[in-house]
């Protein structure tokens, strides 16, 4: 599968100062959902339990899985896609495991998940646990689209950024 998180240099106009712009910082990632990465080392070598670049279990009983969360950016054809976890059902889990590699995941419905990962800094409320429908494809990454969770991380999904707000996210500190 191609890896959709690649590292870009734009020049945009910022939609909210007017300035110009060099997007040219790697999106925000996330390495670990968020119930993972709280786990001590034990926690972490127990049994069914796991992280990868894509999937992730916590005891056969959680289970993860890496995709992008896209927001377009005012006056860029090319959305800024957060690298996030979503949890998923232990079904769409296996089938999205199952899919990975194979054609025809674009015909698959979307999945119901839970985004898995906080950002930091920006927002009052936690984006953990938001509702997202998740989209597997052939030839990126899932994506994850916000739905009804009221977050204003959904507003910025559906009416875009500024590219200063695109750098606001680029500059978190990284995931530990
Ligand atoms: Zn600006």
């Not at 339990?49 to 009983?61: L, R």
């Not at 899985?65 to 996030?84: C, D, F, N, T, W």
């Not at 698959?108 to 953990?128: C, I, K, Q, W, Y």
């Amino acid at each position: 599968m191609a890896e959709a998180i690649r590292h870009h240099a734009a020049l945009v106009r910022c939609s909210c100062c007017g300035e110009w712009v060099t997007l040219d910082e790697p999106a925000l990632a996330f390495r670990w959902p968020e119930p993972f990465r709280r786990l001590d080392a034990d926690a972490r070598s127990a049994p069914d339990t796991f992280c990868d670049t894509s999937f992730c279990a916590i005891g056969g009983e959680q289970f993860y899985m890496r995709g992008l969360l896209p927001l377009p950016v005012h006056g860029l054809q090319e959305r800024y896609s957060i690298g996030a976890w979503v949890r998923l059902e232990r079904a769409d889990w296996q089938l999205a495991r199952r899919m990975w590699d194979e054609r025809g995941n674009d015909r698959l419905p979307e999945l119901d998940g839970e985004l898995a990962n906080h950002v930091p800094h920006l927002f009052e409320v936690s984006s953990e646990g938001l509702a997202v429908r998740v989209r597997l494809h052939d030839e990126m990454r899932p994506t994850f689209r916000l739905i009804g969770t009221g977050h204003p991380l959904e507003d910025e999904q559906r009416h875009g950024i500024s590219a200063h707000r695109a750098l606001a996210f680029s500059r978190l500190p990284p995931q530990r």
